[in-house]
């Protein structure tokens, strides 16, 4: 039964690879950057955004840095030299537009990852990653949510090989009671 599906899984992936073409390369280094000088890391988003960002949000743990899930019980407060990373396909989610006031008001510096650089998002964050995922053949924000996904995990390979982090290392820092 291979091979059912192959017109449908390409043009997915089709879309994916045209998506993460059109991602800005600099966007490593300057979120590299903003990782490297903030203390705690606290990462939000609604749905399957939110969802995206938890998995970095472990990620960053593996690779040493502190990091929160905004939400959680155990979250700490955001202070001064934090970094609040903000997901968000519509960049319109009130929810997420409260945390950046507050983390800001806080002194914390905030960057979001959205899909349009005039939404509302982007111009409150001091900091953004476009994912320019315009029409897709899949369902909802599907095609926003992979290239987050895939942008965040590759950044966790570009940190990892610039501060020259063994997976081993990584490894040690995984959850053990799961």
């Known amino acids: 039964m291979r091979g059912a599906n192959t017109k449908m899984e390409n043009t997915v992936i089709s879309e994916v690879i045209s998506l993460i ?3 800005d390369a600099g966007d490593y280094e300057n979120l590299y950057r903003l990782l490297k000088k903030a203390g705690k890391v606290f990462v939000a988003g609604a749905g399957r955004s939110g969802l995206i960002g938890r998995t970095f949000a472990m990620r960053l743990r593996h690779l040493g840095i502190e990091s929160y899930a905004v939400g959680e019980t155990i979250c700490p407060p955001v202070r001064k030299g934090d970094l609040l990373l903000a997901i968000s396909c519509s960049g ?3 929810t997420l537009l409260e945390l950046v006031k507050i983390s800001r008001k806080a002194g914390a510096v905030s960057l979001c990852i959205t ?3 005039s939404d509302v998002l982007a111009r409150l964050c001091n900091h953004k990653v476009i994912i320019p995922a315009g029409r897709s053949a899949q369902f909802g924000n599907s095609l926003f949510e992979q290239g987050a996904f895939l942008f965040l995990e590759t950044f ?5 090989r610039k501060k020259k982090i063994t997976t ?3 490894a040690k820092r995984h959850a053990n009671l799961e």
């Open 92 to 94: 319109n989610k009130k």
């Open 168 to 170: 081993a290392e990584m």
């Open 115 to 117: 899909s349009g650089k």
């Open 156 to 160: 966790v390979e570009y940190y990892r």
């Open 21 to 23: 073409e059109k991602i």
